[in-house]
Nanobody, 130 residues
Framework: VQLQASGGGLAQTGGSLRLSCVASDHTFSSAVMGWFRQAPGKKREFVAGLTWSSGITYYTDYTDSVKGRFAISGGSAKDRVYLQMNSVKPEDTAVYYC?????????????????????WGQGTQVTVSS
């Protein structure tokens, strides 16, 4: 699976950005898709993720710092994921990566650590100015 992320750029504090990630060469549907970010000198951290349940519904999870500001959503073909970023802050500045996992976690939760994902996109830079 190849993941292509796009939509990053420059925003002012309080502004919005929308990130997209599309999986190509997608023989099997994803079970989980998520977004991570990595700021300079910091570890890659979980931002948001979704686990598809029955049909096209899914369960979502967010790190505390983005709850109420960011919204993750998925395409019905289970091959794409979006991250709507509202009320952005300078501390949201980072390279954002999308990730994909083929199999669900047994309890249906969204995995939050990078090693639990199978494929990664190339990253897209998000810069928020104060």
């Amino acid at each position: 699976v190849q993941l292509q992320a796009s939509g990053g750029g420059l925003a002012q504090t309080g502004g919005s950005l929308r990130l997209s990630c599309v999986a190509s060469d997608h023989t099997f549907s994803s079970a989980v898709m998520g977004w991570f970010r990595q700021a300079p000198g910091k570890k890659r951290e979980f931002v948001a993720g979704l686990t598809w349940s029955s049909g096209i519904t899914y369960y979502t999870d967010y790190t505390d710092s983005v709850k109420g500001r960011f919204a993750i959503s998925g395409g019905s073909a289970k091959d794409r994921v979006y991250l709507q970023m509202n009320s952005v802050k300078p501390e949201d500045t980072a390279v954002y990566y999308c990730a994909d996992r083929r199999t669900p976690i047994l309890d249906g939760s969204v995995p939050r650590t990078p090693y639990e994902y199978d494929s990664w996109g190339q990253g897209t830079q998000v810069t928020v100015s104060s």
